[in-house]
């Protein structure tokens, strides 16, 4: 951000900075001299670009109601709605500078909600991304929970599975009381079986430290609850490095927690004070010793195979953008599993069935086998640029310091697996309108135009070119016949002339 924010000062670009930075450190010296909007005053965004065009520097950071849900937007991506339920959270993580800026929990009624998801399924819109700074702590202002919201949701889905529902980052501690409600949800065809569950470290100590107000016991209990109850689920995490007062053991119990269930992926992120924050007065892990646990970690999490025997498996996958080569399309499983085709345009905002032909490390390739289950195209937009295929932190969320796609904060969302043993992928019963199986993440921007359907195109061409040179040659090669003639005839009326005067000197002599 502060990056972002030199570059355009030095352009002098007029400048406008709004979120969770701008509300909860409002004495930066960054802000200073620019324009600043917090995060319940989005809906006057028009206002404060005005101004701040004629000149005037605009601070709007007062708190309010919850913004409308019907404000005027454009979609990053045309095919995919990020809609947050609700701001703030009830936890107080004693490193986390997000509950200064956004506050206790306020969460958007149900009925609104779902009015919402009513609009954007009318638009086009192939994929709903609950976001939240914690989806399990829902509704507990207003009297409700996060199954009554779900279950409501979920029966305004389109039947034919058109458009996908994916539920945000959510801590342990309030679901716990939910996890069979939330299972039955996660198997629905039309929901991805796929859920972002932040552990932060495998050590009790520390998670104490940390305030979180869970145990690794109970972490345990809702991944094991999970994969047991729904076919194929994947589950994302994040972990702190080097949190104050963590020891040599408390890594160890984190190395080990993530090596038992190997998750695809994992947000790992070395410890950093936030200013005001309690975390920021503990005493600090040496900086060496926090660069060293987190290398160590991220190689152990990189050793992992977690899509090793998906080849030659058929799985059902949403298409929704382009890849950043330009050449796939990107899709997702009913697991959220990234899988990456070759197919025209024309297939974006569809769902398939493919077979996967290799795997990698982040993603796997597939081959559409049956065409395209069509769901209509949505509404044409630009946007600015396609995801990357890393997935490894790939988040955008409407309000949190992390977002819904794969973020590497506390209030984030990518699809992960769980230990193999515990999730073992189980293939889902044919269906006529559409599959389920895994898929993938990541959120994201600007469809870029792709040379797949240049291709048939380019060969034509190439092969007009090819036809043309053929001509060229045969076209010089008769011109070289006609010249060799010609030569060939003055040689020998050269030749006859020689002769001719050679037998009139004769004769003189």
């Known amino acids: 951000m502060t990056t972002l924010i030199s570059k355009c000062k030095n352009a002098n670009k007029p400048l406008v900075v709004a979120g969770c930075v701008p509300q909860g450190s409002q004495g930066l010296k960054e802000l200073e001299g620019i324009s600043i909007i ?37 979609r990053k991506n045309k095919f995919i709605e990020i809609l947050p339920i609700n701001v703030g959270c009830l936890g107080a993580c004693t490193y986390c500078k997000t509950k200064h800026a ?32 914690d989806t399990g702590a829902y509704g507990r202002d ?19 599975r058109s458009t996908m529902l994916r539920i945000g980052m959510t801590n342990p501690p309030f679901i716990l009381e939910h996890l069979k409600e939330i299972a039955a949800v996660l198997r629905h065809p039309s929901v991805y079986s796929f859920l972002h569950v932040p552990v932060q470290s495998g050590s009790d100590a520390v998670l104490t430290a940390m305030n979180r107000e869970y145990t690794v016991g109970e972490f345990r209990k809702v991944v094991d609850t999970l994969c047991e109850l729904v076919p194929g689920m994947q589950i994302a995490t994040d972990i702190i490095c080097g949190f104050p007062g963590e020891t040599d053991e408390d890594f160890a119990e984190t190395v080990n927690l993530v090596k038992e269930y190997q998750f ?4 790992i992120s070395q410890f950093y004070p936030r200013p005001g924050t309690p975390a920021a007065r503990m005493k600090k892990v040496p900086s060496n010793d926090v660069k060293k646990r987190s290398r160590e970690l991220t190689s152990v999490f990189e050793s992992f195979s977690p899509y090793q025997g998906m080849e030659g498996k058929v799985e059902r996958i949403w298409i929704t953008e382009i890849a950043t080569d330009g050449v796939h399309l990107v899709g997702h499983t ?26 990698g490390r982040w ?9 395209s289950v069509v769901v209509g195209e949505a509404p044409k937009q ?56 895994h898929q993938e993440a990541v959120q994201q921007s ?46 020998a009326v050269s030749f006859a002339a020689t002769v001719a005067l050679l037998v009139l000197l004769t004769g003189k002599i």
């Open 38 to 74: 917090g995060v319940q005053q989005i809906d006057r965004v028009v206002e404060v670009v005005e101004e701040t065009l004629k000149g005037h520097e605009v601070r709007l950071l007062s708190r309010k109601t919850l913004p409308s849900l019907d404000l005027p937007k454009v």
């Open 102 to 133: 956004r506050g206790h929990l306020g969460s958007y009624t149900i009925d609104s909600l779902v009015d919402r998801v009513k609009t954007v399924v009318s638009e086009g819109v192939r994929e709903i991304w609950l976001s939240s700074e």
């Open 142 to 160: 207003i009297g409700t929970n996060l199954p009554n919201l779900l279950n409501a949701i979920v029966a305004e889905l389109p039947v034919d």
């Open 264 to 267: 695809p992926q994992v947000h």
């Open 334 to 359: 009913k697991g959220y599993i990234q899988v990456l085709v070759i197919a025209t345009d024309s297939m974006l905002g569809t769902s398939a069935s493919v077979k996967i032909t290799s795997v």
């Open 363 to 371: 993603s796997v390739f597939g081959e559409v086998i049956d065409g």
């Open 382 to 437: 630009t946007s600015s640029e396609p995801q990357k295929q890393h997935i490894q932190n790939q988040v955008e969320e409407a309000g949190c310091c992390a977002t819904d796609s794969c973020g590497a904060c506390a209030c984030s969302d990518v699809a992960q697996h769980c230990r193999p043993e515990r999730c073992e992928d189980i293939p889902d019963a044919p269906q006529t309108s559409g599959g389920v199986n």
């Open 446 to 491: 600007t469809l870029v135009r792709r040379n797949v359907e240049g291709s048939t195109k380019a060969s034509k061409s190439n092969a007009a070119r090819s036809v043309g040179k053929e001509q060229q040659v045969n076209v010089v090669t008769r011109r070289g016949v006609n010249v060799d003639t010609i030569l060939w005839c003055g040689l």
